[in-house]
Each structure stands twice: as C-alpha cells, then as structure tokens.
Nanobody, 121 residues
Framework: QVQLVESGGGLVQPGGSLRLSCAAS????????MGWYRQVPGKQRELVAA???????NYADSVKGRFTISNDNGKNTVYLQMNSLNSEDTAVYYC???????????????WGQGTLVTVSS
C-alpha cells in the first residue's frame, strides 16, 4: 500500500516563504508524476505544480516565477519551494502521486492528507 506524508505548512507573512515536502512510501516500483494541488473551502481543488520522474515540470500561471517544484527520486520525495507568498496562496495543499506499484502490480493515484498554508499579516 502506498502512502504520502506531507509536511512544511504553517503560518507565514505576506512576502515570506515556505517549503513543503511530500514523501511517498510503500510498495513502489516507480513514481511517474508527483504534484501539489491546493484547495480553498467552497472551491475546486486546483493543480499548483507537478513534476515527472524525469524532471519535467508544470506550473499554474498564478505561481510561475514564485514556486519551484523539485523531486528526489531516491527518496520518493517531492518539494515545493514557495516564495513571495500572498493571501491568494492561502489554502490546504495536497500532495498527489501517480505511482507504478508493485503490490498489487499496477498504476495507482494517491493523495496525501493535506497541509494548511496560511498567508496573513
């Protein structure tokens, strides 16, 4: 069984920075894609950034130039460096992974529990 554990959320001042981490564990052969989504109450969950095992990245327009996603394939871990944070970034951030699992053999989509990021003065 594959699980994702997120960390790094918290309260930060506008203009500040946070670094989120997400570690995958379990019966994993390969992680094809890992990404970060965020959700505000009453709104649809949206993609923030994603990265493939090969390092290709994709960002939401609202975070381009401010956020950087990276991975460590040896640790099955993805990071989200968030700079120049503003109030619009306040949300619960969820880690997501598209995994090629070993037991059972096949592809799985896995979600983390979420970590709250609050940007406020």
């Amino acid at each position: 069984q594959v699980q994702l554990v997120e960390s790094g959320g918290g309260l930060v001042q506008p203009g500040g920075s946070l670094r989120l981490s997400c570690a995958a564990s379990g019966s994993i052969f390969r992680i094809n894609v890992m990404g970060w989504y965020r959700q505000v109450p009453g709104k649809q969950r949206e993609l923030v950034a994603a990265i493939t095992s090969g390092g290709s990245t994709n960002y939401a327009d609202s975070v381009k130039g401010r956020f950087t996603i990276s991975n460590d394939n040896g640790k099955n871990t993805v990071y989200l460096q968030m700079n120049s944070l503003n109030s619009e970034d306040t949300a619960v951030y969820y880690c997501n992974a598209d995994v090629h699992a070993l037991l059972p053999l096949g592809r799985l989509e896995v979600w983390g529990q979420g970590t709250l990021v609050t940007v406020s003065s």
